[in-house]
């Protein structure tokens, strides 16, 4: 792959899983729904993704074991059926169970949102998921990718600690790459955060994590090794929908046409 290569990952944002608060629906009717997701987003042209269940909330910082298993039966299934490049995001602090899945399923990354802090969201503390994560990636000898976030959105840090010193320390941890957020689902970082981040960044791949758009992706990405994308890109721009097919074809258009 070019080091050239601009990565654009869609999300798949999946119903809420059997034990979730608003959780209705069979484990069928939520892998229909992820898998008409996943070819929307390959018809339009994008052919990596990320798997969250966003709509789980509120999250727990321990997951139950039937949130794991229903998620690894969800990837399990997806994986099988598309040629998509699959991730995994379980929220809201859940490396190991991230990477076990990722692992087992043969997926290609995870997206681990408090690698190398300590957070503070609705559900308690997000303690720094590295050392037990990077060990349970060594104990399955996997090859599954980290891609780490620096203070990410819906949160807020327990200790102050400057960007430098977070990004140093989650590449030394062995993150494979940065993921830069705004303050909420939806709300896009500014293009300066970009170019600040990615000389931080250095060889490491930089992705910016939300709010990214056809308004905004051309800019961010001149900078940024990779986006990834969710609200912009569903029917009416509106998170809880669908993946809508002409949206992600404008986004594609917008990158490669200006």
Known sequence: MSSNYKEIIGMVHLKPLPTAPQGSLTLDEIVDAALEDLQALE???ITTAIVENMFDAPYANSPDLETVIA????LGYLAR????????????????EEMSIASIC???FIRAESFVEMRMNSSGIMRNMCSDLMRKKRSLRSNVLVLADINVKHSSPVIQQSIDDLIHEAIEAGADGIVLTGLVTGSAPSVKDAEVYKKKCGNTKLYIGSGVSTANIKDLMQFADGVIIGSSIKKDGKV??????????DLMRALNNG
């Open 240 to 249: 809880e929908n669908p993946v809508d097919v002409e949206r992600v074809k």
């Open 106 to 108: 043969g997926l290609d």
């Open 81 to 96: 059926k598309t040629s998509v490049r699959l991730g995994v995001n379980l929220q809201a602090t859940c490396g190991t």
């Open 43 to 45: 018809a339009g042209g």
């Open 71 to 74: 998620l690894s039966y969800v």
